[in-house]
């Protein structure tokens, strides 16, 4: 086990080098630099003054040499300063990426909490009125486009109710308490859990209902155990292998932030930082939002190999020689 993680680890940061050096390439060759923002906001800049201002970033090197400075400074732990914010990057990611954090864990949960037992019951019984409807609301929930559900409930529940607040973190002059964050949550919350209801419900019927078809649960079934051990303990255990690799592949999602939505509800996530910064030429903030939805990838998927093995007893990370 420990050396399989030692394996997936150096993999990793294999991965992540190489992203790395995709990444800030592909942001470097991006039309325009900061310099070219700065002339823009001044016409009073001369060449010669926006030939000093690239040589003083270092943005007259070649591309390699200016990834080389780059990494050489990450890995003594300076990440740069944003250009948009003025700011340490990891000053700005931080607070971004706890209220992305925030909002898509709680969204996951309650997309899983109902989509298992809705799947499971799906399964129990195909092809009945029950299943078709189930069916018929997995289609509609995967079909609606995320930003039409969110105006969907602004209108309704901030306009036509004033129940909710129409976007936003928290009230003004509040202490950002999540007691004060509850209601500026519940939309964003709702429309993604929605959102993803219907393609977890439809993976976890598919496997619910194949394992029902396995011999060992006809042998189970001739044995006296109870249904309810049989699909809760026995199928649903071994169905959970398939779910869990979907989840393990949005895990880096919960990192790099649902970006209509938060834009939609005006939310200070991840997914909207990044997409500013890259509008924004802030190089440094897309870079290392983009390399953090890599690292979260890469650790989901570990995490989801380890789960493997904590649900298949058949599973083993350890090698047998003969």
């Not at 900061?34 to 040589?55: E, F, T, V, Y």
């Not at 090197?61 to 400074?73: G, S």
């Not at 190999?305 to 350890?318: K, Q, V």
């Amino acid at each position: 086990m420990l050396r399989f993680v030692a394996v997936r680890l150096l993999q990793a940061l294999i991965v992540l080098l190489v992203m790395s050096f995709l990444i800030y390439g592909l942001i470097g060759l991006m039309p325009g630099d900061p310099i070219d923002l700065m002339i823009n906001a001044n016409p009073n800049l001369s060449p010669s003054d926006a030939a000093r201002l690239r040589a003083l970033y270092g943005l007259d090197l070649p591309i390699w040499t200016r990834y080389l400075n780059w990494l050489a400074a990450a890995l003594q732990g300076d990440l740069g300063y944003s250009r948009l914010i003025s700011q340490p990057v990891l000053d700005v990611l931080k607070p971004r990426l706890l209220n992305t954090l925030l909002l898509l864990s709680i969204s996951l949960v309650l997309a899983l909490a109902i989509a298992i037992p809705l799947g499971v019951h799906a399964a129990r019984k195909p092809n009945s009125v029950t299943d078709t409807a189930v069916n018929l609301l997995c289609f509609a929930g995967i079909s609606v486009p995320p930003f039409w559900l969110a105006l969907l409930f602004i209108i309704l529940f901030s306009v036509t109710l004033g129940i909710l607040p129409a976007g936003g973190m928290a009230p003004i002059g509040g202490d950002g308490g999540l007691a004060e964050r509850l209601p500026y949550l519940v939309m964003p919350v709702a429309t993604l859990t929605l959102v993803s209801i219907g393609g977890y419900t439809r993976f976890v019927r598919a496997a619910v209902l194949e394992q029902l078809r396995q011999d060992y649960i006809r042998t189970a079934r001739a044995k006296g155990v109870s249904e309810r051990s049989v699909v809760w303990r026995h199928a649903l255990r071994n169905a959970m292998i398939p779910v869990v690799t979907i989840v393990a592949l949005g895990f880096g999602s919960l990192f790099s932030g649902a970006l209509v939505t938060e834009t939609m509800f005006a939310y200070l996530g991840m997914g909207k930082l990044i997409y500013d910064s890259i509008l924004g030429n802030d190089y440094n903030i897309a870079l290392v939002g983009l390399l953090l939805a890599t690292l979260m990838t890469l650790a989901g998927n570990l995490l989801a190999d380890l789960g493997y093995a904590a649900l298949d007893p058949r599973i083993s990370f350890t090698e047998t020689r003969t």
